[in-house]
Each structure stands twice: as C-alpha cells, then as structure tokens.
Nanobody, 124 residues
C-alpha cells in the first residue's frame, strides 16, 4: 500500500508559477512510476505528466509541454510538479498517482494508488 499526499496548490494569477509536491512516507517509493493528473469540474481526469521510477524518463501532455516540469527525489520519497506560465485552463484539482508498470503511463485507470488531490486555481 502506498499513501500519497499532495501539497502546494493555491490561487495564482495567469502567467504565474506554482510548485506541487507529492510525498509518500514509509513506502518503497523508488520502485514506482509517478504521475500527475488533473480534473476540472464536469470533466474527466486527464494526464498531465509522469516520471519513471529512476527519474530518467519523463512524459508530458501536449497542453503543458514546455511549461511544466516533473522531478523526483527518491531519498526524500517526493515527486514535484513545477508549473510555470500558468493559464486559466490549468485550473483543476491535481492528483498524484503511482504504479509499477514498466514505463510511465498516461491512462488514469492503470494507476494503482492516488492522493487526495490539491486545488490549483489560475485567475486574475
């Protein structure tokens, strides 16, 4: 069992930045691929970014490519999502997810563990 706890959400103006963190205390963190998904009201949960268990492979949704970066620190059992040049359409609840597939996946239904989510609101 892996418990994931997100933090770092909040209200930011368009063009601003936020850094989300996801902690997994007491788990075999380094053996899991980690991902961020988001869900806006009335919409399906969508893939944002993922990083392999080693940190050597990252993948991003086209909508965030060039603006968001993902990183992990296996020694601290944490993964981070740095979000720059934020847009109102980035407004959503952001979720951290973990799985043990061979490569990072983009389909939410394939992830085994989820955090509770953190709200990100981009508005002036």
């Amino acid at each position: 069992q892996v418990q994931l706890v997100e933090s770092g959400g909040g209200l930011v103006q368009p063009g601003g930045s936020l850094r989300l963190s996801c902690a997994a205390p007491g788990s075999s963190f380094s053996s899991y691929n980690l991902a961020w998904f988001r869900q806006a009201p009335g919409q399906e949960r969508e893939f944002v970014a993922a990083i392999s268990w080693s940190g050597g492979l990252g993948t991003f949704a086209d909508s965030v490519k060039g603006r968001f970066t993902i990183s992990r620190d296996n020694a601290k059992n944490m993964v981070a999502l740095q979000m720059n040049s934020l847009k109102p359409e980035d407004t959503a609840v952001y979720y951290c997810a973990a799985d043990r597939a061979l490569v990072p996946l983009r389909l939410a239904s394939l992830y085994d563990y989820w955090g509770q989510g953190t709200q990100v609101t981009v508005s002036s």
